[in-house]
Every structure is written in C-alpha cells, then in structure tokens.
C-alpha cells in the first residue's frame, strides 16, 4: 500500500469513542453558546466591547427601513434608507417584524441566530477536514470567545454576513475535497458563488471574498496538477454562481437604486473609509499594527491574546511554508505522490489565510475601521488558531529561525507590554523586538513545556489560557448588566405623546422598544438640509449625544433649540460612558434653526 493510500485509509478508520466527561462538556460548551446569547437578550451592549459610540447608534440605522414597513406602512420616511445596502437582511428582518412585532429582541434574535448556524457550520467543516478535536477548537473560538459572542447578540449587519462567508468557506473545501478526488465540484462552487453574491449584497465589506477562489487558483493547479480540469471547473462555477447572484441584484435592485447607492458608497468611500493623503495612510497602517487599543492588533490582543498569537503564529507558518515550497503546516506531502486528502486540507489553509489577511490589510488602510468589523473574520481567527493548537509543535519547527519567528515574538512582547503600560512608542516596539529575540523566544515554543510537565501538553496549556482570558471577559460583562437604552426608551414613551419624532442619531436607538418615528441626521449623507422640516406636522424632538459629546452641526444649524430650557430628558451615562439629551423643538424650527430665511420653504 502507497504512503498516500495509508494517510487517506488512516484519515477514514473511524475514531475512537469519546470519552463520557468529554460528552459533558461538550454539551455544556453548546448550551453556554446558546444561554449567553439569549439571556438579557434586551440588555444593553457590552460597553467594553468598543471605543466605539456605534454600539449606541448602529442597531437603530439597521433595522430603520424594515421598522417603518411594519410601523409606517413604507420603509421610506426620510432621506435616511440604509436597507439600500444590505437588501437581504432587510427582507429578513422584514419577515421578523412582521411575525414576531418590534422590538430590540426580535432584532437582536436575528444575529442569535446566525451566530449559532456560523458556529455550527465551522465545526463541521472543520471536523471533516482535520478531526474531530479540530471541530471542536473551531466551535470554541468562535462559539465562546466574548467578542464574537456579544457581536452576535446585536443587530448588526456583521455577523449576519460572517454567517454568509462560513457558508463560501465550507463549500469551497467541499469544491476542493471533490476536486482533489477527481469528482464533480459543479454544485459546491456554483453555490459557493452564489452565497458570495449575498455576502457583498448584506455586507459591501465582504467584497474581497470573491478575490480569494482567484487568489488559491494558481496553489490548487500547483498542489494537484493532475486535477487541472476539476480545478478550472470549480473555479468557473463559482463564477458562474457569483455572476448569476450579482445579475439578479443588479437587476431587481441595483439599477432601480442606483442613484441613492451610489451616493451613500461615495459618501462612505470618501468621508469615512479613504486615507486623504500618504501621511493619514502611513499613520493608520501603523496605528492598526502597534497603536493603541482602537487598533487593529492591539484590540484583537486585549481582547484574544490566545487566539491572536496563534493565528498571527499559524499565519507566519504558512507564509514559511509557502516560500519553503513545502504544503503547510497540516501535514507533510510529497509532491511526487501526493495525498489528495492533505492536499484539500492545506488549500483550507491557505483560504484561511486569505480570509484572515485581506480584511485586515483594508481595516489597516482605512482611515474608519471599528472592532465590530472584525465579525467578518472571526471564524477564520477561529479555525487558524483551532489548527494551531493541534499542530503547535509543527508551527514551532517551520518558523524556527526565520524572521516569522522574530515578528511573531516581537509583536507579543510589544503587545504585551503596550497593554500593560497603555503606553505607544517606538522605543518600545525596538526594546519589544530586542528583548524577544534575546530573551523570550530561545524558549522556541510552547510545545517544549510537555517534557517539563508530565500531565500538562502545550494544547492543555494553551486552552487553558483561552479560557482563563474569556472567563475574564465574559464575568465582567454578566457581573455588570446595564438597560439603559430599554429604560431611556420606556421613560420617553411616558414623556413623549404617541406621534413623536426622534430626529438625531441618538432617535433611532432610543426607538428600538417603541413606535416614536426616528430621523437620522448625518452630515454629508442624509437629512442634513431641513431635518426639523422632515417632522412637519409631528411633535419634534431632537435626540442627540449631549455634553462634551455634541456635535458641531448641532450646534451651528439650530443653537436656539439646544438649550437647557427645552431639555425634556437627560440620560447621563447611556452605556455607561454617554450622555444623551432629548430637546423639545419650538412651534417655528425653521425660524429658529440657523439657515436663511429664503431657504425656510
């Protein structure tokens, strides 16, 4: 029997049995997913989660037009239409509202949802590929790990899309399990295609997937030549699925909206997302990678540092073993006989890899990258350090001795100190790097620690780290529970009369709980030339960010409206941290804001 013959009958001999305690926790690991997303489902977000004010704001802008089909009668009430961008959550959230009513539950119970199937999905897919053990990592790290938990508990376009992509990822491995087989991939990739189409038409963020199937092309012909044709089939199906996705949008949706779309993407491209110069480039690439705790790196560190160093680590692996010319870092495979099943298992990988790197590369660039984008490559985050644990001592032998080794060390101890001291220097990136590779790293790795410890592996070890760290985490957020926005929203619905108008960002997510209208006024996009107008005819209140929160547009567009004797609520600290006003508008707005008067019409 061949060497490849061995590896594929080795992979298919059925496991053995799982262990009773290990059958406990594993339930309990998948009652904890669903428990800890429905509990207090109408609680507020964990503040800790992001700098960001999003997480006061963003829930409100997502679900505005499918609130106003069921309230309204029209998912059109003002200038505001966000379901423009992401029609197949709308129509979803749609079908929500219409069964189950409004409400910040309802809403929220959407992303619940999804974050279950995402993990599900994952530890299936990764199950298939690498084992059982794999799939279980994979639906840990995804399922537990406090940030993509509490993301999924919000209703936000994020993880709905993450679901989407965990869906292209599991059909491409399907695609290249059949093609390393020298089977049809026509129904995986052409699905494959289709989902990346939805992916980009619930999340534009997610455009880059459909780079990826290309960007692995060139790997897969190199990796089984012998497959040339199931290669190129796949591919083309998936093509063919993502064009006939695109057709359908473009014609149902894109092309009787296209004005409206085209102005929000340029408002979002030019206004939020593009560096304006190469001075702003160079400072958010440096912010993301060594900056403080609204970057990149440092977020994902503080908040993972198990399964941030392992990805960064498994990463560089690749990286090295792509340069080696080698297959990865699942399993050595000859190229003169390879194992079709390994060979499926490192373009995995290597998908990984992409998915995991070019999100990041753009969250890197843009000048507005908020932590909740990072929903969009958890589960790659999740299955790379998933595959790492197991195959820790593998990784520890490829990057040994190579700047990988050094990068990953030195961006650890940075990190590390940087956490420690929330203090940003270069100095402290050079001292970070030299203390690393002169004192940290001879340890090699952390497989070395099962020779010195008879009971404890270096996986044993690192899980355990893991959950020390979301332990941490995920009590202060239980310890801490907070309502309020559902409490802000009940005392307004006793001090506003029943037609009331929320206009500002604040209206939207103070209307979650409630029929009052909201109004999004944002400067550059919607409803900034007459938002007091659009109330015609309604009891108007100006809900805004209050203090040293507000904002300048406020102030200069009607700053005898924002004064304390039109203030009907005050809410100190929404969130633990902003204060929001509510303002009653005068009989006349128009003759108070401050515009001319020929433009008062």
């Known amino acids: 029997m061949s060497a490849a013959e061995q590896n594929r009958s080795s992979a298919a001999a059925p496991s053995p049995g799982v262990k009773p305690w290990k059958i406990v926790l594993i339930v309990l690991a998948a009652v904890l997913m669903v428990v800890l997303r429905c509990i207090r489902l109408d609680s507020d977000a ?4 992001s700098w960001s004010s ?46 189950f009513g409004t409400g910040a539950v309802q809403a929220r119970s959407i992303s619940v949802a999804c974050g279950l199937l995402e993990t599900a999905a994952l530890a299936v897919c990764m199950s298939r590929l690498f084992g059982r053990r794999v799939g279980m990592y994979s639906a840990l790290f995804i399922g537990l790990s406090h940030t993509s938990l509490l993301y999924s508990r919000m209703a936000l376009m994020d993880t709905p899309a993450a679901l989407f992509l965990t869906l292209v990822f599991c059909l491409w491995c399907e695609a290249a399990v059949r093609c390393s087989a020298g089977k049809s991939p026509a129904v995986a990739s052409a699905a494959a295609g289709l989902i990346t189409a939805i992916c980009y038409v619930t999340r534009g963020l997610t455009v880059w997937s459909a780079l990826i199937p290309w960007l692995l092309l060139p790997l897969c012909l ?111 495979v000859s190229p003169a006989n390879p194992d079709e099943g390994a060979v499926a298992r490192n373009l995995s990988l290597s998908f990984l890899g992409w998915w995991l790197l070019l999100p990041s590369l753009a969250y890197s660039i843009i000048s507005y990258a908020p932590d909740r984008y990072y929903v969009l490559f958890y589960p790659a985050m999740a299955a790379l350090a998933a595959v790492a644990v197991e195959r820790i001592d593998r990784i520890a032998d490829t990057i040994r001795g190579t700047l990988a080794q050094t990068a990953v060390a030195g961006l ?172 009653r508008v005068s009989i006349d707005p128009l003759a108070d804001a401050n515009i001319p008067a020929a433009d008062r019409q």
């Open 412 to 583: 650890v101890t940075y990190h590390l100190a940087e956490a420690l001291l929330h203090h940003r220097a270069d100095w402290l990136l050079a001292t970070s790097v030299v203390v690393a590779v002169g004192i940290f790293w001879p340890v090699q790795s952390l497989a070395k620690v099962q020779h010195g410890l008879r009971f404890i592996t270096a996986p044993a070890l690192l899980i355990a780290l893991w959950v020390a760290t979301e332990v941490a985490w995920t009590s202060d957020w239980l310890m801490h529970p907070a309502y309020t926005q559902r409490d802000a929203c009940t005392k307004l619905q006793k001090l506003l009369p029943a037609d009331a108008v929320l206009v500002g960002d604040i209206g939207p997510g103070l209307s979650l709980d409630s029929k009052f209208r909201a109004v999004s006024v944002i400067p550059g996009l919607c409803n900034d030339e007459f938002p007091l107008g659009i109330a015609a005819g309604h009891p108007a209140y100006i809900a805004i960010l209050d203090g040293r929160f507000l904002e300048p547009f406020w102030r200069e567009y009607c700053p005898k409206q924002i004064v304390q004797q039109h203030r009907v609520a005050f809410f100190p600290a929404m969130l633990g941290k902003y204060p929001v006003g509510i303002y």
């Open 46 to 49: 964990y503040a800790h989660l």
């Open 222 to 332: 190199q990796a089984l030549p012998a497959r040339k044709k199931q290669w190129w089939s796949a591919a083309l199906w998936q093509l063919g699925g993502l064009g006939a996705g695109l057709a359908v949008y473009l014609v149902l949706w894109y092309l009787p909206n296209r004005h409206e779309i085209a102005a929000m993407n340029h408002y979002y491209l030019a206004h939020q997302l593009m560096p304006h110069s190469l001075l702003a480039l160079k400072g958010n690439l440096s912010h993301a990678v060594v900056g403080d705790y609204r970057g990149l790196f440092p977020y994902l560190f503080r908040h993972s540092p198990v399964t941030f160093v392992l990805t960064i680590a498994a990463t560089g692996a690749l990286l090295v073993a792509r340069k080696r010319g080698s297959a990865g870092i699942a399993e050595a």
């Open 54 to 99: 999003a997480l006061l704001t963003d829930e409100g802008f997502y679900i505005h037009n499918a609130r106003n089909v069921v309230l309204f009668g029209t998912p059109r009430t003002d200038g505001f239409n966000n379901m423009l961008i992401m029609p197949t959550l709308h129509y979803v959230q749609v079908w929500v509202f219409r069964t």
